[in-house]
């Protein structure tokens, strides 16, 4: 039986993440990373766009604005410490007509508000910026946001955490059940450990309900076509 001092389920983003920063504060931990693909970012961590947004879209009272103005930061200073892949194009945000125009000056607001670097130009600026664009009157241009290649850092990432000594990621090793109160059975055998980090995806809530969290929530995945 495998033992450890902290079980992180789930090799997604979130989870190896977490382990990244575990890594970098704490000694002398053995650490197991498990996830059931046999590839990294199979999931929604690889099949998504890849942007880095600003965080201009979200009321600044919000957890989501204040974590994606800073993830934006953060993320973007990865990407270029490391020599990874990263797209500057920035965004622009276009209206169609005078209604359109009003959420131009609420995002720009929103933006302000969130801390976030946003310019509202003319329409002589926006052919300057993305000639085949157009818009009624003016546009709102966001030269923060980027893209990424997201299957690039998490492989990244999960070298960088394999190196550290007493961390393991083991891909293709499937969570089945807990069988004790710090004990689960995997694919590949029992697992015992002093904390476990759920970062599941689509099938956390069905291991914290195990745990007693969070049984009024349930996970309802939708697929995103794009």
Known sequence: MNECDILIVG???????????????????KVIIIDKENELAFHASGRN???IHAGFYYSADSLKAKFTAEGNRLLTNYCLSNGLSILRCGKVVVAKNEKEIEL????????????????????????EIEPNARTFRKALFSPSTSSI????????????????????????????????????RTSSGEISFKYLVNCAGLYADKIAHQYGVGRQYLLLPFKGLY
């Open 49 to 51: 766009t890849g942007v």
């Open 11 to 29: 090799a997604g983003i979130t989870g190896l993440s977490i382990a990244k920063e575990i890594s970098e504060h704490f000694d002398s931990l």
């Open 149 to 184: 290649n997201p299957k690039e850092i998490l492989i990244d990432i999960a070298n960088r955490i394999k190196r550290k000594e007493g961390f393991e990621v083991n891909l293709g090793v499937k969570y089945l059940k807990r069988i004790g109160k710090r004990r689960v």
């Open 104 to 127: 131009i000056d609420e995002l720009k607001r929103r933006g302000d508000k969130n801390g976030v670097t946003l310019k509202v130009i003319d329409e002589r600026e926006l052919s």
